[in-house]
């Protein structure tokens, strides 16, 4: 597959990571950056040799945000169409197997809710999280004003969204949407760290709680309660389940 906006690389051991590419643009999603991710991970849904993905940006910005100038003058409706015509958001919200977003520089309105999408957000020192929409007329359109409720509350979530608030990394991770803030040097070998440990854990029990999570940011509670039975019981029939708990009896 021939990628403009995206590179890929392979750390091995069961983890792939995507960096968004587009430097000049401070990684602004555009159409084509979208689809490419879009292909990208339907690619690596198939794919057994990958169990975790890394998803990065820059030093200098995980993502600005939308293409701005790609949505000038845009009507609603060819919004619309545009967003549904590009397979990225739908592909990492549907993508079975744990995402980890390692931010840097800043992550802003639509970057911010890739970063948000992704199962686990961790982000170097000083990372800025805005979702600066307002500014521009509109809001933010990719799950951000329902995502950062959970974990911020109502009064603050109000404030960046109605206000474009910024958010920094070490506030982030008070709060529960950053799971660790690290040195920018150390950011990425710290998120494939994580992801080569989640690779080496039995799939389908990695793959199950990570839906169940979402679950709880996405239904209400009874939903959500309803959803984790149903995962939780097939787990008993996978190999894994059946040798890591015969491992610790028989020692
Ligand atoms: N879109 C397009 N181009 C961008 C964007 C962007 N979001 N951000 C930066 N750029 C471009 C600039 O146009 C400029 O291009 P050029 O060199 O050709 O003039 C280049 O990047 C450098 O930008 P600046 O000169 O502005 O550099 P600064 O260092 O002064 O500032 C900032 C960097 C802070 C990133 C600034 O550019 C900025 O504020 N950008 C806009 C941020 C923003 O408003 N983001 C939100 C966009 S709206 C959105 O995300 C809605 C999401 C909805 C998703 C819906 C899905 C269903």
Redesign the pocket.
């Known amino acids: 597959m021939t990628l403009e906006t995206l590179i890929i690389e392979n750390p091995a051991d069961g983890v792939a990571l995507i960096r968004l590419n587009r430097p000049?643009?401070?990684n602004?999603l555009n159409s084509q950056l979208l689809g490419e991710l879009g292909k990208v991970l339907a690619e690596f849904e198939q794919d057994d040799a990958i169990a975790a993905v890394v998803i990065t940006g820059s030093d200098k910005?995980f993502a600005?945000?939308?293409?701005?100038?790609e949505?000038l003058g845009k009507s609603g409706a060819e919004m619309s169409a545009m967003?549904d015509s590009v397979t990225g958001?739908r592909a990492i919200s549907e993508f079975s197997k744990p995402t980890i977003c390692a931010a840097s520089g800043?992550a802003?309105?639509?970057?911010f809710?890739l970063a948000l999408q992704c199962d686990v957000l961790m982000a170097a020192e000083g990372t800025k999280f805005a979702l600066?929409?307002v500014?521009?007329g509109?809001i933010?359109?990719?799950g951000g004003t329902q995502r950062i409720v959970a974990a911020l509350g109502k009064s603050l979530a109000m404030e960046m969204v109605m206000n474009a608030r910024p958010l920094l990394a070490e506030e982030a991770l008070q709060r529960g949407i950053v799971s660790r803030v690290v040195p920018a040097a150390d950011i990425e070998n710290e998120a494939i760290g994580f992801a080569k440990q989640l690779a080496a854990r039995a799939s389908h029990s990695v793959r199950a709680g990570k839906q169940c999570v979402n679950k709880a940011v996405l239904t209400t509670l009874e939903q959500g309660l309803a959803f984790e039975r149903e995962a939780f019981f097939p787990l008993f029939d996978t190999d894994d389940a059946k040798r890591l708990m015969d491992a610790f009896v028989n020692k």
Not at 64 to 69: L, Q
Not at 108 to 111: A, D, E
């Open positions: 000049r643009q401070y602004a910005a600005a945000g939308a293409d701005i100038v949505m967003i958001w800043m802003l309105g639509g970057g809710e600066p929409e500014n521009l509109v933010p359109g990719a």
